[in-house]
Structures are given as structure tokens and as C-alpha cells.
């Protein structure tokens, strides 16, 4: 149990000094990375299959009980995301070493790897921290190793970018520090489940007070707007490996803060509308800035903005299919725009670029990569067969069953926005896709076939084809999917068996 | 100007050095020949450096030792110690601070992310919780009791990493940058020496 709610976090942070240390030997730290990240699949699949049915594991940290120590606490929710985001991470992680094997790439691997293995446990530990303190130095290591990863190759548009991005993300940490400064000093403790026991006893508007702030802490990196602004700035000018996992897991943990917080530690009528509220104009100005954007990227970074909306969505509704619907579309939502972001970094192998004013014809040079361009995008907007169509759906019925007009205006945003996702889509394919390919870029594509790249660009193409094939799956495995997704939002809403199993003495062997 | 050890200097009183004879200490470290980070030469901080190394040195690892149920512990012996090498880099310049240090930096990370992690993971090989801490007392012949404490071996893993962290940081935004204003000044001259200038100077070209 204390070894399996360790290795997540662990184990990464142990490849990334190996990593560091084999810094000279570039096959061995491949082989070191590749590794580690497999032991994390496996232990979050393990942690799975152990909380699939509601249960909550725990540990201890130092043998310390809780409240007093640090724990580490594993629920369907966080067991769930552990397994998504693992799979991702691996993924991309191949891609990139496809990339770096055949120098298609002008990042450093001697300092990739090790930072991506840090970025992580960051990502991990934020999933399983059982207290507020622990929450905030997951993030703080994941947002450090991000600042260092958004300069990876650095030109000036990256610099300039990883500025906004820096600043952004530090002024919203100490927001965060203050917040949790604030709530020790209301119920002199840091622990989720304490909090939680504690926080009924305080006056209804400071908890509302300490509600509003987190929101907005974990609303600044999930991108909701009116906190958006710099995403679309920032993400799409890192190099493809990072700008993928970025736009996959950085906004989704901040959401799951969100859930976390927003569910065990306060909930309410008043929060559910201002999250309403929220919800709608994310979803709209997200996609309205889409439709105008002319890069590929800036369309799939607009399109990640105005996604976290039907989210926030679910989580306003506040029923136990809102929150289900949720978690079905957090992990539809992670696979999709890490395919997404992994496809135009394919488009820019072949063109150099993912401007929309100087590409054409698309299908011509690669009908692989127009099917993989096809069917996530398919999926993010929401058409049938596809795990968009599913979380979407469950989504909506969800909030037809809550009723309210307020959530009605939802719905009727979100089916919206699925629309306008479709039109910004076949922006892309009409003007990217279609047409007589450029003479340019079917010679820079004879020349990648050609040289000794082929093979890591084949392998590079395989990669992304994985990650299409693991956004089919999560279509063809809704039936378990959702089974989970109503335990753990069950777990959540209810609040009594994480409580228990922290406070009490179940798990700490 | 790089100092390897075991070799004549060959500083001479006209470059400020000491006289030929005079009986120069056998550490090189902070020696006078080299150019400080910052602006010119101050013999009071050189001075005050040499005094003060050994001394933040010592008081870094005492921090260490006593943190565990005391104030201190790694994060702040880690900061102390590195501020001594920061200290020797502003009195002395980068090729002192390249000179001063044990390891490279990022060495120093990767061997304190292993201790720190590796002490972490310790106890679950004997079936309890991550930093499980172990203690044993014992009582040895100058200091006495002595209480050794698992997370000694951590908090020297904190202690490597912060030094570690501390010196790259000071690597990449001092010592570089003014590797490469040196680099730029010496192409400068190079350019100017190279084009003859149109209208011969009065003074003269140095």
C-alpha cells in the first residue's frame, strides 16, 4: 500500500537524477526515461483496479497520523487521472525520443528527460497530496519544471512567451500560498479531510470568501475565463513534445484542484451559479477566438480554453452525473489535445510551420496524418461514435435532470460551442487539408522520406497513431469508464469515506 | 587569466600582485591575480573572504547536524554553504567559482536528488511509509551522547541540491554572462585592430 501510493511520485524524481547523471549517455538516459515512466503506468493501473470500486487508499508519510503528517491518498478520482496521464506521458515521450533519434528536433535531451521526469511527480504528486500544503508543492514542481521546458530550443517568440507564462503562473502560486495561509488560520490545519470536518463550523461568507479565491487560483491555470488571456500565447509556441503535454495535463490538474477543492472542502447553491456563469463564458469566448485564429496551434489552444468550459460545466450542475460527466470528459479531454498537439507537431515536421495562411493540400502529402488529424478533432468536437460524444452527452443529461434556466443557458452554450468547434475545424481542414499541396512542401516531404529520418519520422507518425488508437479505446471502454466516473464522483459528493479513510487509521498499515 | 595550481603565477608588483618574493600563501584559491566578478578590485572583500569562507563552511554543516529537532536542517545549511561560494565568486570571478567547486553543479543536483529520494524510499523496503524516520544514540569519545537520526541522510540530499541549484543559477546568470561580455569585448578589439581606423587617433591605438 505505502509502496504503491509512492512510486508515482517517487520513482520519477529517482529517474531524473539517473537521467542527470547519465546526461553524456543519450541511449542510456532514453532507455532510463522510457523505464520509469512504464513503472508509473503500471502502478497507477495497479491503484486502479484497487480503488475501482470507491475504495480510498492511504498513507502515512513518516508514520505520521493525519492531521498532523503528510498524507498520500489515493481515490477513484486521482487513480483515474494517474492512469491517463501516465499513458500520455509515456507516449510522448516516445515521440520525442523518435524525434531526437533522428535530429528532427533542436531541443537538448540531456536536459528534456531529466525535467520531464521532475515534471512528472509534479503531476503525480498533485493527483494523490491529501493536504492543501502538499497540493501546492506538486504544482510547484510541475510549473518549475514547465518554465524550464517552454524554453527548450528557445527562440525569441519562446522566451517572450515563457515571460507571460512565468509570471502568470507565479502570481497565481502566491495567491495559492496566501489561500492556504488563510484557511490554517481559520482552522489551523492544512489537510483536505480535516479542512473539510472543520471548515462547516466557519461563517458562511468567509467560506465563500476562501471558495472564490481558490477558484481563482486553480481558474488561472486551467485557463477559465476571464484568467485565459495567456494561454493562447504561451502554449503554442513551445516545441510540439511540450506544447502536447502542456495543453494535456497542466490545465486538466488545475481542474482537478478545482474538483477536489470545490467538492470536499466547500460546495453550495451560490458557488454552483458563479461556476454556471464561468462555465458559459469560457466555453463561448474560448471558441469565439478560435474561429478567427489563422495558426493550427492558436485554433487547438483557443479550442483547450473554451473546453475547460464544459468542466467548470459539470462541476456547476453539482449532481452526482455533473461530476461523473466531468471526470468521463477530464480523461476524453486529455487524450484528445495531446493528439491533437502531437498531429500538428507532425504538420510542422512536414511544413515547417502550422500556419494556416501557407498550408495546403495536407491529405496529398500525408492521408495518415489527415486521418489522425481527423478523428480526435471529430472527438473534440462531439460527433457520435467518438469519447467527445460520450462525455458531452453525459454532460447534458446530467444538467437536463438538474434543470434550472441557468443550466439550460449551459446546455444551450455548450451545444453552441460544440457547433462552433465543428466550423473552426473544418477551417483547418477546408484550408489546411484540401487543395493542391504547395510545390514546397512536397519537396520538403521527398526530402524527409528520403534522408535517414524516415524511420524516426515513421516511428514519430506510430507514436501519434497510439495516441489515436488510446482516444478510440476510451470510446470503446465508456461502459467501465462511466461505472468508474459515477463512483468517484459518488466519493467526492458524499466526502464521508475520503474523510474516514484519512482521519481514520484504515491504510497506514 | 586562469590559475591552474602548481604553476608559476608569474605576477609581477606592476599587475598588483605581491612582490616576487614575498612568501605567498600555497592555497591558490582567491588568488590576487585573477579579476573580481563586479567592478575593481577590493582588498577588504578579498580579505573578508578568506576569513569568512571556512567559517560560513563550518556553520553550514552545524546547521545541518542540529536541524532535526532544532532550528536549521538542509534547506538552510544548503543556502549558508552556497552563499559561501557565492562570496568567493563576487571576490574572485568565475574562474573562481569554477575553480571552487567540488563537482559541477548539476553533479551536486543529481547526487542529492538520489540521497534525498533514495532516504525517502528506504523504509518501504521494510514494509513502512515513506520518510519513516530510524534513530539510534550512541556515545562517542569527544562529543558524547550523539543522536543519529535517519533524516540526517535526507536532509543531505536537501543540503547537496540547494548548493547544487545555488551555484548553477549563479553559473548560468553570472558566471556565463560574463564569460560571454568577455568574449564579445575581446572580438570588439580583435574587429578594431583588424579594419585600421580612417582617421588616425591621437593617442594612439592600445
Known sequence: MNTLLAVPFLVPLLGAATALVLRRFPRAQQIVSVLTLAVVVADAAVLLRRTADGTVLTSQAGAWQAPLGITIVADPLAALLLVVSSVVLLVVLLYAIGQDIGGLSRAMPQVFHPIYLVLTAGVCLSFLAGDLFNLFVGFEIMLTASYALITQAPTRARVRASMIYTVVSLTSSILFLTGIALVYALTGTVNLADIAAKLGAAPEPLRMVLALMFLVVFGIKAAIVPMHFWLPDSYPVAITRISAIFAALLTKVAVYAIIRTQTLLFGGDDISAVLLWIAIATMVVGILGALVQDDINRVMSFALVSHIGFMIFGLGVGSVAGVAGVVVYLVHHIVVQATLFLVNGLIRQYVGHTSLRAVRGLTTVSPTLALFFFLPAMSLAGLPPMSGFIAKVALFQAGVEAGGWLVHLGIAAGVLTSLLTLIAIFRIWVRGFWGTPMPDMVEARAQLRSGANRGALRFMTAMTGVMVAVGVAVAVAAGPLTDIAFTAADDLLDGTAYVEAVLGHGGAS | ?206
Open chain 2, 1 to 206: 587569466m586562469s590559475i591552474e595550481p602548481g604553476r608559476d603565477t608569474g605576477v609581477r608588483p606592476e599587475d598588483g600582485g605581491p612582490p616576487e618574493n614575498w612568501e605567498a600563501p600555497r592555497e591558490r584559491w582567491l588568488s590576487t591575480a585573477v579579476r573580481p566578478a563586479f567592478g575593481p578590485r577590493s582588498v577588504l572583500l578579498e580579505v573578508v573572504a578568506r576569513l569568512l569562507i571556512p567559517a560560513i563552511l563550518t556553520f553550514s554543516v552545524f546547521l545541518l547536524v542540529s536541524g532535526h529537532d532544532r532550528p536549521g536542517g538542509g534547506f538552510a545549511g544548503g543556502l549558508v554553504a552556497s552563499m559561501a561560494y557565492v562570496l568567493r565568486y563576487i571576490a574572485g570571478g568565475r574562474h573562481e567559482l569554477a575553480a571552487g567547486i567540488p563537482m559541477r553543479p548539476n553533479g551536486l543536483l543529481a547526487l542529492g536528488l538520489l540521497l534525498a529520494c533514495g532516504s525517502a524510499a528506504a523504509p518501504l523496503l521494510f514494509g513502512g511509509p515513506i520518510l519513516e524516520v530510524f534513530t539510534a544514540t550512541a556515545t562517542l569519545p569527544v562529543f558524547g551522547k550523539v543522536k543519529f537520526a535517519s533524516y540526517l541522510v535526507f536532509e543531505s540530499g536537501v543540503f547537496l541540491i540547494v548548493v547544487g541549484l545555488v551555484l548553477s543559477v549563479v553559473a548560468a546568470l553570472g558566471a556565463r554572462m560574463e564569460a560571454e561580455e568577455e568574449e564579445a569585448k575581446a572580438e570588439r578589439l580583435r574587429s578594431r585592430a583588424r579594419r585600421p581606423r580612417p582617421r588616425p587617433a591621437e593617442g594612439g591605438n592600445p
